[in-house]
């Protein structure tokens, strides 16, 4: 199985190389490239299975080899140092990734992972999407997009059109403007961090809302009115934090 490695720092490339002929020796690494020019190069002429891409090259970042490519037949593996968005926006578009310095562990799972879904033969198109999603959301420097687990793989939905989600034991179901909804197997606790920083708040233990489709607040009843028509109760502990949020959005 042929594997190419996209990193501009030798030490950082030769540690990753030799953990991974010490962990999976059925991977053969084929090339090395330092450049956005020698990624594109090196991907088009051995035809990978697996890339293992540093973020940030000598010359840009590598996400510009990646939105250049027409079509993405490879499972695709980053390794970065900390960078809070990019981890985010890798998250946001259900990347795989790795922080450097680089965990033994986590390098296996992660790996893994990927020959798992090479014998499976999973489609290329989602993979394609991962990356358009998560292109989208670097360029801009704003998380747009969110790719949701769902029964048939992934539905990747605009952070826009997402009202609200309520947890259902340990799912999430996502509520969308024109009423239509996707359950998500993980927990409400997982997107609150998730999106934190989009414009939702936590109201009460099963309800996550999006404050740009909050129309009003109802203080008698302590219900936030959703553009909707929805009604979502505001739990007491949570009324202040969520009034002086709101106020710094409308």
Avoid: W
């Avoid at 450049?35 to 991907?43: C, D, G, P, R, S």
Wanted: aromatic share 10%; proline share 2%; charged share 25%.
């Amino acid at each position: 199985m042929n594997a190419i490695i996209i990193e501009d720092q030798m030490p950082a490339h030769d540690y990753l190389k030799s953990l991974l002929n010490a962990l999976f020796p059925e991977i053969k690494i084929v090339a090395h490239a330092t450049n956005v020019e020698q990624a594109i190069k090196a991907i088009q002429t051995h035809n990978p299975q697996i890339v293992f891409s540093d973020v940030k090259l000598e010359d840009e970042n590598s996400f510009s080899v990646f939105e250049k490519l027409e079509n993405i037949q490879f499972k695709l593996i980053f390794t970065t140092a900390f960078d809070e968005f990019a981890v985010k926006a890798f998250k946001f578009s259900a990347i795989d990734y790795i922080l450097k310095p680089i965990d033994p562990s986590e390098l296996k799972t992660a790996v893994e992972k990927a020959l798992e879904k090479i014998v499976l033969q999973n489609n290329t198109s989602l993979e394609n999407k991962k990356i358009n999603s998560l292109i989208q959301n670097i360029k801009t420097d704003t998380l747009h997009q969110i790719a949701l687990p769902d029964s048939s793989g992934y539905k990747f939905v605009n952070i826009n059109e997402i009202t609200r989600c309520e947890a259902d034991g340990n799912y999430t179901k996502f509520i969308f403007m024109d009423e239509s909804s996707v359950l998500v197997c993980k927990t409400i606790k997982e997107y609150e961090t998730l999106l934190k920083d989009s414009r939702f708040f936590r109201v009460h233990k099963t309800h996550l809302i999006n404050f740009d489709h909050v129309k009003s607040y109802e203080k008698h009843s302590g219900f936030a009115v959703m553009k909707n028509g929805a009604k979502i109760a505001v739990a007491r502990r949570r009324k202040d934090d969520f009034l002086s949020q709101f106020a710094i959005g409308e």
